[in-house]
């Protein structure tokens, strides 16, 4: 594993991070990539509020391993729920206590994209609230993540004196967000700066177009796409780190492969071109950008909204039969059209995509033949088996009596 120093403290952090919100929910498994990792030398690993049980499910697990004293622990502090100056305690006492611990080694203000966002907690204290908690020692260092604008990531960065941040970095989202702009801004304060979704939530990695696959099978060195995606965001030496979600064994074994080998400033200017050509088609061919981070659910008229939008999204990598197939597989009922218009997703969305309209294009796409037929063919089956299953019931209770 390679190690980059954090300019402010000197802690040296593992290139690649642990995003554990994708781990699942499977402990047993979870358990194993996380003790398999720190094994071979990843040290950081982030989690949060807001992704429901993570933090509990990572605390028994750092319990039960004895590995907290081996990792620096990093969650967020949800700042959209903070009503009042109490909130703060609050939230920050039920993460101590889903993580099992005493202190936290990065804390970050969670998904704080406007400098009014900042003021607003300003107004109730927090600046004060942190400096006590740095000083009783349960916060070591203080940061934030962000998916706003270039210009807010400034005003944001000039704001406090944080000591590091966490911004949407690939090279699909170069001059998207913070981008290279806040990246480099960043790193002249002597922040640390930490990737989050450097393939893109895998997109990246899966399901290309095939011009992008083809670019990247006939380079030399051969490497897959996810590498390729990764070597990039490690070739910036301003990144500190760069986490990834790796919910299987293999992935993790493929990443930390690159990230004991990619090292900063490393790729030629043939292979950066090459990227950029990949980009290119990428781009093009992009209908919704997500990255199915979830945050836009659950949606309360039921849509599965990341999984529309991965559907639609193929259609334009594959055949528009297939990718329909896969929406009435995994998507069923919970379509596009069952979108009411209501716009909470759009209030959490970090992207800032306009999900109804989004949605409803989606609908188009994807809801016409033979999706109607398929679904009044799937619930006439679920009736049938309900029925079965009411009439071995009575018949039980026939028996029995």
Same mark, same amino acid.
């Given at each position: 594993?390679?190690?980059?120093?954090?300019?402010?403290?000197?802690?040296?952090?593992?290139?690649?991070?642990?995003?554990?919100?994708?781990?699942?929910?499977?402990?047993?498994?979870?358990?194993?990539?996380?003790?398999?990792?720190?094994?071979?030398?990843?040290?950081?690993?982030?989690?949060?509020?807001?992704?429901?049980?993570?933090?509990?499910?990572?605390?028994?697990?750092?319990?039960?391993?004895?590995?907290?004293?081996?990792?620096?622990?990093?969650?967020?502090?949800?700042?959209?729920?903070?009503?009042?100056?109490?909130?703060?305690?609050?939230?920050?006492?039920?993460?101590?206590?889903?993580?099992?611990?005493?202190?936290?080694?990065?804390?970050?203000?969670?998904?704080?994209?406007?400098?009014?966002?900042?003021?607003?907690?300003?107004?109730?204290?927090?600046?004060?609230?942190?400096?006590?908690?740095?000083?009783?020692?349960?916060?070591?260092?203080?940061?934030?993540?962000?998916?706003?604008?270039?210009?807010?990531?400034? !005003?944001?960065?000039?704001?406090? =004196?944080? &000591?590091?941040?966490? #911004?949407?970095?690939?090279?699909?989202? +170069?001059? *998207?967000? @913070?981008?290279?702009?806040?990246?480099?801004?960043?790193?002249?304060?002597?922040?640390?700066?930490?990737?989050?979704?450097?393939?893109?939530?895998? !997109?990246?990695?899966?399901?290309? =177009?095939? &011009?992008?696959?083809? #670019?990247?099978?006939?380079?030399?060195? +051969?490497? *897959?796409? @996810?590498?390729?995606?990764?070597?990039?965001?490690?070739?910036?030496?301003?990144?500190?780190?760069?986490?990834?979600?790796?919910?299987?064994?293999?992935?993790?074994?493929?990443?930390?492969?690159?990230?004991?080998?990619?090292?900063?400033?490393?790729?030629?200017? +043939?292979?950066?071109?090459?990227?950029?050509?990949?980009?290119?088609?990428?781009?093009?061919?992009?209908?919704?950008?997500?990255?199915?981070?979830?945050?836009?659910?659950?949606?309360?008229?039921?849509?599965?909204?990341?999984?529309?939008?991965?559907?639609?999204?193929?259609?334009?990598?594959?055949?528009?039969?297939?990718?329909?197939?896969?929406?009435?597989?995994?998507?069923?009922?919970?379509?596009?059209?069952?979108?009411?218009?209501?716009?909470?997703?759009?209030?959490?969305?970090p992207q800032s995509i306009p999900i109804r309209e989004k949605l409803a294009e989606a609908a188009r796409s994807?809801?016409?033949?033979?999706?109607?037929?398929?679904?009044?063919?799937?619930?006439?089956?679920?009736?049938?088996?309900?029925?079965?299953?009411?009439?071995?019931?009575?018949?039980?209770?026939?028996?029995?009596?």
């Open positions: 594993m390679q190690y980059r120093t954090n300019p402010r403290n000197g802690d040296q952090l593992s290139v690649l991070g642990y995003g554990c919100m994708r781990l699942g929910r499977n402990e047993k498994e979870a358990e194993k990539l996380l003790v398999s990792a720190v094994e071979q030398g990843v040290n950081y690993l982030d989690t949060a509020y807001f992704y429901a049980g993570n933090e509990a499910m990572l605390g028994r697990i750092l319990q039960r391993t004895g590995l907290r004293d081996r990792v620096k622990l990093a969650t967020k502090m949800p700042q959209y729920f903070v009503k009042k100056p109490a909130d703060l305690d609050r939230f920050f006492n039920i993460e101590l206590e889903h993580l099992q611990t005493d202190f936290v080694d990065y804390y970050l203000m969670h998904t704080l994209n406007s400098l009014d966002q900042w003021q607003r907690l300003v107004g109730f204290g927090v600046m004060e609230w942190i400096a006590a908690k740095k000083a009783a020692g349960q916060i070591k260092n203080i940061g934030f993540s962000f998916h706003g604008s270039r210009e807010e990531f400034r !005003r944001i960065v000039d704001a406090y =004196p944080w &000591e590091f941040c966490m #911004i949407q970095y690939n090279y699909l989202d +170069e001059y *998207n967000q @913070a981008g290279k702009d806040g990246l480099l801004y960043a790193a002249d304060k002597g922040m640390a700066v930490m990737v989050m979704e450097p393939l893109r939530g895998g !997109r990246l990695a899966m399901g290309l =177009p095939r &011009e992008v696959q083809d #670019i990247f099978s006939h380079a030399w060195p +051969e490497r *897959n796409p @996810a590498e390729w995606g990764l070597r990039w965001v490690w070739n910036h030496p301003q990144v500190t780190l760069a986490l990834s979600g790796m919910n299987t064994s293999l992935v993790l074994e493929e990443n930390i492969r690159v990230a004991c080998d990619a090292k900063p400033d490393s790729l030629s200017e +043939e292979e950066l071109a090459l990227i950029d050509r990949a980009r290119k088609i990428i781009l093009e061919k992009t209908k919704v950008p997500c990255t199915g981070c979830g945050y836009c659910m659950p949606c309360p008229y039921g849509v599965e909204i990341p999984l529309c939008f991965s559907c639609y999204n193929e259609t334009a990598v594959k055949s528009k039969f297939r990718s329909q197939m896969k929406y009435i597989t995994y998507v069923g009922a919970h379509g596009a059209s069952r979108c009411k218009q209501c716009g909470k997703c759009e209030e959490h969305c994807l809801e016409g033949f033979p999706y109607k037929p398929a679904q009044a063919l799937i619930g006439r089956w679920l009736r049938w088996e309900k029925g079965q299953g009411d009439q071995g019931s009575e018949r039980k209770e026939e028996h029995s009596s």
